[in-house]
Protein backbone atom coordinates (compact mmCIF):
# COMPACT_ATOMS: atom_id res chain seq x y z
CA UNK A 1 0.00 0.00 0.00
CA UNK A 2 1.41 3.59 -0.98
CA UNK A 3 2.09 5.48 2.40
CA UNK A 4 -0.05 8.76 2.06
CA UNK A 5 1.34 11.64 1.11
CA UNK A 6 2.28 14.03 4.42
CA UNK A 7 0.83 17.61 4.18
CA UNK A 8 3.45 19.81 3.87
CA UNK A 9 3.26 23.96 4.23
CA UNK A 10 4.84 25.85 1.53
CA UNK A 11 8.84 26.70 1.72
CA UNK A 12 9.27 23.62 3.65
CA UNK A 13 12.76 21.49 4.12
CA UNK A 14 12.42 18.51 1.83
CA UNK A 15 15.34 16.43 1.84
CA UNK A 16 17.63 18.79 3.91
CA UNK A 17 18.45 21.72 5.29
CA UNK A 18 20.06 24.02 1.89
CA UNK A 19 17.63 26.40 0.45
CA UNK A 20 18.55 25.34 -2.72
CA UNK A 21 18.80 21.89 -2.73
CA UNK A 22 16.04 20.57 0.28
CA UNK A 23 13.29 22.94 0.39
CA UNK A 24 10.46 23.10 -1.44
CA UNK A 25 9.99 26.49 -3.42
CA UNK A 26 8.82 28.90 -3.49
CA UNK A 27 9.85 30.31 0.01
CA UNK A 28 9.89 33.73 2.14
CA UNK A 29 13.03 33.60 3.63
CA UNK A 30 14.83 35.68 6.58
CA UNK A 31 18.60 36.55 6.04
CA UNK A 32 20.01 36.00 9.61
CA UNK A 33 22.58 38.94 9.95
CA UNK A 34 20.80 41.39 8.44
CA UNK A 35 18.13 40.61 10.69
CA UNK A 36 20.11 40.48 14.11
CA UNK A 37 21.47 43.96 12.50
CA UNK A 38 17.93 45.72 12.28
CA UNK A 39 16.56 44.51 15.54
CA UNK A 40 20.07 46.07 17.25
CA UNK A 41 19.89 49.28 15.31
CA UNK A 42 16.40 49.93 15.79
CA UNK A 43 16.84 49.69 19.51
CA UNK A 44 20.07 51.57 19.83
CA UNK A 45 18.37 54.45 17.80
CA UNK A 46 15.05 54.43 20.48
CA UNK A 47 17.68 53.99 23.53
CA UNK A 48 19.56 57.19 22.10
CA UNK A 49 16.90 59.30 21.38
CA UNK A 50 14.81 58.38 24.92
CA UNK A 51 12.56 56.45 24.11
CA UNK A 52 10.93 53.03 24.47
CA UNK A 53 10.56 51.11 21.40
CA UNK A 54 7.09 48.88 20.90
CA UNK A 55 7.69 47.20 17.29
CA UNK A 56 4.20 46.71 15.45
CA UNK A 57 4.10 43.45 15.35
CA UNK A 58 1.25 43.15 12.83
CA UNK A 59 4.54 43.89 10.23
CA UNK A 60 5.34 40.00 10.37
CA UNK A 61 3.22 38.12 12.95
CA UNK A 62 6.02 36.20 13.63
CA UNK A 63 6.34 35.16 17.29
CA UNK A 64 10.36 33.94 16.77
CA UNK A 65 10.93 37.80 15.61
CA UNK A 66 8.81 39.13 18.39
CA UNK A 67 11.48 37.20 20.98
CA UNK A 68 14.52 38.35 19.19
CA UNK A 69 13.18 42.25 19.54
CA UNK A 70 11.94 41.44 23.48
CA UNK A 71 14.98 40.14 24.17
CA UNK A 72 16.84 42.95 22.59
CA UNK A 73 14.84 45.59 24.61
CA UNK A 74 12.00 46.10 23.01
CA UNK A 75 9.10 47.70 25.92
CA UNK A 76 6.63 45.77 24.34
CA UNK A 77 4.44 44.69 20.66
CA UNK A 78 2.02 46.75 19.08
CA UNK A 79 -0.38 44.79 17.24
CA UNK A 80 -3.56 46.02 15.14
CA UNK A 81 -6.56 43.39 16.41
CA UNK A 82 -7.82 41.55 19.56
CA UNK A 83 -6.81 38.19 17.76
CA UNK A 84 -3.27 38.82 16.71
CA UNK A 85 -2.81 40.30 20.31
CA UNK A 86 -4.48 36.93 21.73
CA UNK A 87 -1.59 35.16 18.88
CA UNK A 88 1.33 37.39 20.58
CA UNK A 89 0.21 36.71 24.26
CA UNK A 90 0.33 33.02 23.91
CA UNK A 91 3.55 33.30 22.69
CA UNK A 92 5.50 35.25 25.55
CA UNK A 93 4.49 38.98 24.52
CA UNK A 94 2.67 40.27 27.76
CA UNK A 95 2.71 43.94 27.40
CA UNK A 96 0.37 44.37 24.14
CA UNK A 97 -0.08 48.12 22.80
CA UNK A 98 -3.20 47.50 20.09
CA UNK A 99 -2.95 50.75 18.21
CA UNK A 100 -6.41 50.37 16.81
CA UNK A 101 -9.54 50.59 18.43
CA UNK A 102 -11.18 47.74 20.08
CA UNK A 103 -15.02 47.47 18.31
CA UNK A 104 -17.27 44.59 19.40
CA UNK A 105 -18.11 42.31 22.02
CA UNK A 106 -16.58 39.32 21.00
CA UNK A 107 -13.35 41.31 20.40
CA UNK A 108 -13.93 42.61 23.68
CA UNK A 109 -14.22 39.48 25.33
CA UNK A 110 -10.71 38.19 23.71
CA UNK A 111 -9.24 41.01 25.25
CA UNK A 112 -10.58 40.83 28.75
CA UNK A 113 -9.67 37.10 28.42
CA UNK A 114 -6.44 38.50 28.37
CA UNK A 115 -6.30 40.84 30.79
CA UNK A 116 -7.55 38.46 33.62
CA UNK A 117 -4.94 36.20 32.43
CA UNK A 118 -2.15 39.43 33.56
CA UNK A 119 -1.74 41.33 29.85
CA UNK A 120 -0.86 44.76 30.12
CA UNK A 121 -2.88 45.96 27.60
CA UNK A 122 -4.01 49.39 25.56
CA UNK A 123 -6.20 50.27 23.07
CA UNK A 124 -7.26 53.68 21.71
CA UNK A 125 -10.34 55.15 21.14
CA UNK A 126 -11.52 58.01 19.68
CA UNK A 127 -15.04 58.59 19.99
CA UNK A 128 -17.83 58.54 22.60
CA UNK A 129 -19.87 55.52 21.59
CA UNK A 130 -16.40 52.93 21.75
CA UNK A 131 -16.13 54.56 25.20
CA UNK A 132 -19.20 53.99 26.45
CA UNK A 133 -19.35 50.22 24.66
CA UNK A 134 -16.18 49.77 26.31
CA UNK A 135 -16.79 50.72 29.61
CA UNK A 136 -20.36 49.25 29.58
CA UNK A 137 -18.40 45.78 28.61
CA UNK A 138 -15.14 46.28 30.86
CA UNK A 139 -17.45 47.37 34.02
CA UNK A 140 -19.84 44.44 33.13
CA UNK A 141 -16.87 41.85 33.79
CA UNK A 142 -14.56 43.81 36.62
CA UNK A 143 -12.10 45.08 34.64
CA UNK A 144 -9.89 47.92 34.22
CA UNK A 145 -9.11 48.55 30.62
CA UNK A 146 -6.25 50.95 29.84
CA UNK A 147 -6.87 53.48 26.54
CA UNK A 148 -4.91 56.05 24.88
CA UNK A 149 -6.84 58.86 23.17
CA UNK A 150 -6.10 58.67 19.18
CA UNK A 151 -5.28 61.83 17.68
CA UNK A 152 -6.09 62.03 14.19
CA UNK A 153 -5.62 64.72 11.31
CA UNK A 154 -7.63 65.95 8.88
CA UNK A 155 -8.46 63.37 5.51
CA UNK A 156 -6.72 60.90 7.61
CA UNK A 157 -7.45 57.97 9.30
CA UNK A 158 -8.75 57.45 13.44
CA UNK A 159 -8.90 59.60 15.54
CA UNK A 160 -10.00 63.08 16.87
CA UNK A 161 -9.69 65.84 14.62
CA UNK A 162 -10.09 68.62 17.53
CA UNK A 163 -9.78 70.77 20.73
CA UNK A 164 -13.41 70.38 21.36
CA UNK A 165 -13.86 66.71 20.66
CA UNK A 166 -10.74 65.72 22.55
CA UNK A 167 -12.27 67.56 25.73
CA UNK A 168 -15.38 65.88 25.40
CA UNK A 169 -13.94 62.63 24.83
CA UNK A 170 -11.10 62.74 28.06
CA UNK A 171 -14.21 63.82 30.01
CA UNK A 172 -16.42 60.59 29.19
CA UNK A 173 -13.33 58.47 29.65
CA UNK A 174 -12.92 60.16 33.47
CA UNK A 175 -16.84 59.26 34.14
CA UNK A 176 -15.72 55.53 32.90
CA UNK A 177 -14.60 53.58 35.78
CA UNK A 178 -14.02 51.09 33.88
CA UNK A 179 -11.77 52.71 32.02
CA UNK A 180 -7.98 54.39 32.90
CA UNK A 181 -6.80 57.49 30.39
CA UNK A 182 -3.12 56.09 29.90
CA UNK A 183 -2.12 58.44 26.95
CA UNK A 184 -1.77 59.75 23.78
CA UNK A 185 -1.29 58.03 20.81
CA UNK A 186 -0.93 59.27 16.90
CA UNK A 187 -0.10 57.98 13.82
CA UNK A 188 2.04 60.03 11.01
CA UNK A 189 2.18 57.88 8.31
CA UNK A 190 -0.80 59.33 6.33
CA UNK A 191 0.99 62.95 6.35
CA UNK A 192 2.28 63.52 2.59
CA UNK A 193 2.64 65.96 -0.08
CA UNK A 194 5.29 69.02 -0.09
CA UNK A 195 5.38 70.19 3.07
CA UNK A 196 5.41 66.39 4.76
CA UNK A 197 8.58 66.86 7.14
CA UNK A 198 7.15 70.14 8.35
CA UNK A 199 3.96 68.94 9.01
CA UNK A 200 5.01 65.86 10.50
CA UNK A 201 6.95 67.90 12.99
CA UNK A 202 3.94 70.21 13.55
CA UNK A 203 2.02 66.66 14.42
CA UNK A 204 4.44 65.45 16.51
CA UNK A 205 4.40 68.57 18.35
CA UNK A 206 0.77 68.59 19.20
CA UNK A 207 0.97 64.88 20.42
CA UNK A 208 3.32 66.27 23.16
CA UNK A 209 1.69 69.30 24.09
CA UNK A 210 -1.43 67.52 24.39
CA UNK A 211 -0.06 64.54 26.60
CA UNK A 212 1.52 68.10 28.74
CA UNK A 213 -1.74 69.71 28.91
CA UNK A 214 -4.04 66.84 29.90
CA UNK A 215 -1.20 65.75 32.60
CA UNK A 216 -0.89 69.20 34.28
CA UNK A 217 -5.06 68.65 33.68
CA UNK A 218 -4.47 65.47 36.11
CA UNK A 219 -6.67 63.53 33.38
CA UNK A 220 -4.21 60.80 33.63
CA UNK A 221 -4.83 60.64 37.39
CA UNK A 222 -1.78 59.90 38.55
CA UNK A 223 -0.31 57.47 36.00
CA UNK A 224 2.81 58.26 33.96
CA UNK A 225 1.09 58.43 30.74
CA UNK A 226 2.60 56.78 27.41
CA UNK A 227 2.94 58.81 24.20
CA UNK A 228 3.40 56.79 21.13
CA UNK A 229 3.17 57.22 17.46
CA UNK A 230 5.70 56.50 14.83
CA UNK A 231 5.80 54.11 11.51
CA UNK A 232 8.17 53.27 9.79
CA UNK A 233 8.94 56.07 7.53
CA UNK A 234 9.32 58.99 9.43
CA UNK A 235 10.85 57.66 13.09
CA UNK A 236 13.94 60.26 12.99
CA UNK A 237 10.81 63.20 13.04
CA UNK A 238 9.09 61.62 15.92
CA UNK A 239 11.94 60.40 17.76
CA UNK A 240 13.33 64.37 17.61
CA UNK A 241 9.51 65.55 18.86
CA UNK A 242 9.82 63.46 21.64
CA UNK A 243 13.27 64.02 23.00
CA UNK A 244 11.87 67.20 23.83
CA UNK A 245 14.12 68.48 27.17
CA UNK A 246 11.82 67.22 29.91
CA UNK A 247 9.57 65.29 28.65
CA UNK A 248 10.76 61.67 29.88
CA UNK A 249 10.47 63.05 33.45
CA UNK A 250 7.18 62.44 33.49
CA UNK A 251 5.92 60.19 30.09
CA UNK A 252 6.69 57.38 28.38
CA UNK A 253 7.68 57.84 24.94
CA UNK A 254 6.88 55.15 22.97
CA UNK A 255 8.27 54.14 19.22
CA UNK A 256 6.03 51.97 17.36
CA UNK A 257 7.99 50.94 14.17
CA UNK A 258 7.44 47.30 12.71
CA UNK A 259 8.69 46.83 9.15
CA UNK A 260 12.43 48.12 10.37
CA UNK A 261 12.74 44.23 11.40
CA UNK A 262 13.80 43.10 8.01
CA UNK A 263 13.38 46.23 5.88
CA UNK A 264 13.14 46.25 2.37
CA UNK A 265 14.11 46.85 -1.26
CA UNK A 266 12.57 49.93 -2.89
CA UNK A 267 9.79 51.92 -0.22
CA UNK A 268 11.59 51.66 2.93
CA UNK A 269 15.38 51.48 1.41
CA UNK A 270 14.27 55.20 -0.12
CA UNK A 271 12.41 55.97 3.32
CA UNK A 272 16.16 55.09 4.97
CA UNK A 273 18.18 57.01 2.63
CA UNK A 274 15.80 60.31 3.71
CA UNK A 275 16.01 59.05 7.51
CA UNK A 276 20.14 59.54 6.53
CA UNK A 277 19.52 62.96 4.88
CA UNK A 278 18.08 64.59 7.66
CA UNK A 279 20.47 62.92 10.27
CA UNK A 280 23.95 61.90 8.75
CA UNK A 281 25.23 61.78 12.28
CA UNK A 282 23.55 58.29 12.66
CA UNK A 283 25.64 55.31 12.21
CA UNK A 284 25.04 52.21 10.01
CA UNK A 285 21.63 52.07 8.44
CA UNK A 286 18.85 49.19 8.08
CA UNK A 287 19.32 46.51 6.01
CA UNK A 288 17.29 44.15 3.77
CA UNK A 289 16.50 40.83 5.17
CA UNK A 290 13.62 39.40 3.72
CA UNK A 291 13.65 37.30 -0.01
CA UNK A 292 11.20 35.04 -1.78
CA UNK A 293 13.65 32.27 -3.71
CA UNK A 294 11.75 30.75 -6.56
CA UNK A 295 12.69 28.34 -9.47
CA UNK A 296 12.36 29.50 -13.31
CA UNK A 297 9.67 27.25 -14.41
CA UNK A 298 9.40 28.24 -18.17
CA UNK A 299 11.67 30.17 -20.96
CA UNK A 300 8.88 30.12 -23.13
CA UNK A 301 10.09 32.60 -25.90
CA UNK A 302 13.21 34.91 -25.86
CA UNK A 303 13.24 37.83 -23.47
CA UNK A 304 10.75 36.41 -21.25
CA UNK A 305 11.40 34.06 -18.15
CA UNK A 306 8.03 32.63 -16.44
CA UNK A 307 8.90 31.88 -12.27
CA UNK A 308 7.04 29.44 -10.06
CA UNK A 309 5.92 32.64 -7.72
CA UNK A 310 2.85 34.65 -7.87
CA UNK A 311 0.88 37.05 -6.04
CA UNK A 312 0.08 34.22 -3.44
CA UNK A 313 4.01 34.44 -2.24
CA UNK A 314 4.97 38.37 -2.09
CA UNK A 315 3.45 41.37 -2.27
CA UNK A 316 2.82 43.51 -5.22
CA UNK A 317 1.84 46.71 -3.59
CA UNK A 318 3.10 49.54 -3.83
CA UNK A 319 5.99 48.05 -6.09
CA UNK A 320 6.30 45.07 -8.33
CA UNK A 321 9.08 42.14 -6.72
CA UNK A 322 12.39 43.12 -7.78
CA UNK A 323 15.11 40.77 -8.92
CA UNK A 324 18.08 39.90 -6.47
CA UNK A 325 20.06 37.17 -8.02
CA UNK A 326 20.54 34.01 -9.83
CA UNK A 327 21.11 30.76 -7.70
CA UNK A 328 22.69 27.43 -8.90
CA UNK A 329 23.92 25.23 -6.19
CA UNK A 330 27.53 24.76 -5.71
CA UNK A 331 28.28 28.25 -8.02
CA UNK A 332 28.53 32.03 -7.31
CA UNK A 333 24.93 33.24 -7.01
CA UNK A 334 24.64 36.64 -9.92
CA UNK A 335 23.02 40.11 -9.86
CA UNK A 336 19.94 40.35 -11.61
CA UNK A 337 20.37 43.70 -12.40
CA UNK A 338 19.43 43.58 -16.14
CA UNK A 339 15.95 41.71 -15.05
CA UNK A 340 12.79 43.55 -14.69
CA UNK A 341 8.98 42.07 -13.61
CA UNK A 342 6.92 42.64 -15.89
CA UNK A 343 3.69 41.24 -14.45
CA UNK A 344 2.45 39.03 -11.71
CA UNK A 345 -0.40 36.35 -11.91
CA UNK A 346 -2.05 34.32 -8.81
CA UNK A 347 1.16 31.77 -9.49
CA UNK A 348 3.24 33.17 -12.21
CA UNK A 349 5.83 35.95 -12.19
CA UNK A 350 6.38 37.01 -15.90
CA UNK A 351 10.54 38.41 -16.17
CA UNK A 352 11.82 40.05 -19.06
CA UNK A 353 15.44 38.97 -19.16
CA UNK A 354 18.76 40.51 -21.91
CA UNK A 355 18.76 38.63 -24.90
CA UNK A 356 21.39 36.11 -24.76
CA UNK A 357 21.52 35.40 -20.90
CA UNK A 358 22.33 32.12 -19.34
CA UNK A 359 19.26 31.24 -17.66
CA UNK A 360 18.01 27.83 -17.35
CA UNK A 361 14.81 26.13 -16.28
CA UNK A 362 15.42 25.03 -12.33
CA UNK A 363 17.61 27.81 -12.12
CA UNK A 364 16.43 29.51 -8.65
CA UNK A 365 15.79 33.38 -8.57
CA UNK A 366 15.31 35.62 -5.21
CA UNK A 367 13.16 38.48 -5.25
CA UNK A 368 12.95 41.61 -2.97
CA UNK A 369 9.59 42.98 -2.15
CA UNK A 370 8.67 46.51 -1.27
CA UNK A 371 6.72 46.75 1.83
CA UNK A 372 7.26 43.57 3.79
CA UNK A 373 3.85 43.12 5.51
CA UNK A 374 2.02 42.22 2.36
CA UNK A 375 4.25 39.54 1.74
CA UNK A 376 4.55 37.91 5.39
CA UNK A 377 0.87 37.30 5.83
CA UNK A 378 0.94 35.19 2.81
CA UNK A 379 3.29 32.72 4.42
CA UNK A 380 2.31 30.33 7.38
CA UNK A 381 6.09 30.19 7.91
CA UNK A 382 9.13 31.70 6.99
CA UNK A 383 12.66 30.14 7.28
CA UNK A 384 15.31 31.92 9.03
CA UNK A 385 18.90 30.98 6.62
CA UNK A 386 22.76 32.15 7.07
CA UNK A 387 25.01 33.59 4.78
CA UNK A 388 25.38 29.63 2.94
CA UNK A 389 21.71 29.54 2.59
CA UNK A 390 21.11 26.83 5.16
CA UNK A 391 17.84 26.71 7.16
CA UNK A 392 18.54 27.33 10.93
CA UNK A 393 14.76 27.81 12.00
CA UNK A 394 11.04 27.68 10.95
CA UNK A 395 9.49 30.72 12.10
CA UNK A 396 5.39 29.70 12.16
CA UNK A 397 3.41 33.01 11.51
CA UNK A 398 -0.01 33.51 13.26
CA UNK A 399 -1.99 35.55 10.87
Not at 312 to 326: C, G, K
Amino acid sequence: MTAPVQHREKGSPITGQSLLDGVSLPAAVVFEAPLAHNIAWMQRFADDHGAKLAPHGKTTMTPALFRRQLDAGAWGITLATAVQCAAAFEHGATRLLMANQLVGAPNMAIVAGLIERGADYYCLVDSLANVSALGRFFGQHGLTLQVLVELGVSGGRCGVRNEAELKTLVDAIAAAPALALCGIEGYEGLIGGEHAVADIRAYGRRLVDTVRMLRRSGAFGGRQPIVTAAGSQWFDLIAEAFGESGLREYCTPVLRSGCYVVHDHRSYRDAMAAVKARHPELEGELQPALAVFAHVQSLPEPGLAVIAMGKRDISVDPDLPIPLQLHRSGETARALRDCKVRKVMDQHTMLAIPAGMDLRIGDIVSFGASHPCLTFDKWRQVLLVDDPLQVLEIMPTFF
